[in-house]
């Protein structure tokens, strides 16, 4: 384990030692008061609407041995009490953050993986680090935390792991490549570009040019793409060249394709050739979707020279993070897909494409908005309406404003008006559902985080426990 010493933190972050020992070690970070834990080391971070630098003496009060914060002015009675803790003040507590994390990261000789794409981001990270962790101790990024203070906080709970699988989000140009040159990737996976965010960024083309910031911190990596992806497909033509790049896809020739794929409400099989032996892979989960991520863990097993067992125990012993394609059978026999935690055109899609394969069932798509679009909102909400149509989904209920576009789409296409159902609240899909479930019914629920239409999904699955 690589530890950092307080006089560590003050070279890299050229910070004054207000008062402590800078022998001292910090093992634990949190940024947090309500959850901070004896010992830690509290960082004050400073945002729009909240600051967290004027909490120091409540992280020390609480057990922390050490702060770092920025705009603080003490008097010498405070420094008098707290001699026996060490405060640390910087100019900036985020850069700091930054500078921190880098030189922990940089103390570890360990692989590190990090995953971006406009969707499918936390499920590759979910199943590549399970295929990982048949051979390494992993550190992995929990739930979304896949920002700019997510992926280094992250980084700074390195202790005795022996690999890091990191997932970098963004909302606009220039936050992963920060990410990436905290994180100095030593494998990059780019799961898709598509329109999430596109209302920020204006252009798929300026999507694609911010998820290829994740090269900016790696030096000489392994890239690994879905080659299916047009603008992902056409990068690589351009580039393969350039990088060692390694590819995935079910259309497109790839260096991994399935063979014999088939879908279920409870999985996914396929076959590939790895390295001139056909091997069967089983997916925990099911959708065309899942197929492609596992398809990346397979190469990246690969790279990290798993064995082929290693790579498929990986694969069929993987669990998504909650609220993404979570499957619950209700007492009547009704079953629920809670895929609400967050959507865009191309994770609806998928999910809809999904739905479409049980024939042998009445398929319920309850479908809210999708957020930071913008200009191009009404268009791709009909998108999604032709989606519903093309798909044969048996039943629409939307909600919200957005929302409003894909119902419109739906009429518009000729799907059957009966079967359409829009609510200005979204509480009364509840009733309506309560009233109106079968027992053969396949019930999806999808929409952007903000819709929270998982708060749905639970209080339909609680109805029908009872």
Known sequence: MENIKIKDIIKITNAELICGNEETECINFSKDTRIIKKDDTYIGIKGENFDGNKYWKEALEKGAKCVIIQDIEFTEDEIKKYKNKSIIKVQDT???????????????????????????????????????????????????????????FTILRLKDEEAMVLEMGMNHLGEISLLSKIAKPDICIITNIGTSHIGNLGSRENILKAKLEILDGAKNPTIIINNDNDLLHNWYENSKNRYKIQTYGINNKSDINPEKMKVEINGSTFECDLDGELIKIKVPIAGEHFILNAMSAILVGKTLNLSVEQIKNGIKTFELT????????????AKIINDAYNASFESMQASLKYLSNFKNNRKIAILGDMFELGEFSEKLHKKV???????????????????????NEAKKLGMNKNNIYYFENKDEIIDFLKNNIKNNDIILFKASNGMRFFELADKIKDEFAK
């Open 385 to 407: 309406g032709e989606e519903v149509y093309q798909n044969k989904i048996d039943i629409l209920i939307c909600s919200g404003k957005g929302a409003k576009d894909i119902v």
């Open 94 to 152: 985020l850069q700091a953050l930054y500078k921190i994390a880098s030189y922990k990261r940089d103390l570890y000789n360990i692989p590190v993986i990090a995953i971006t794409g406009s969707v499918g981001k936390t499920s590759t990270k979910d199943i590549i680090s399970n295929v990982v962790a048949q051979k390494y101790k992993v550190l992995k990024t929990l739930g979304n935390n896949n920002n700019n203070i997510g992926l280094p």
């Open 322 to 333: 909650k609220k993404r394609m979570d499957i619950v059978e209700l007492s009547n026999g």
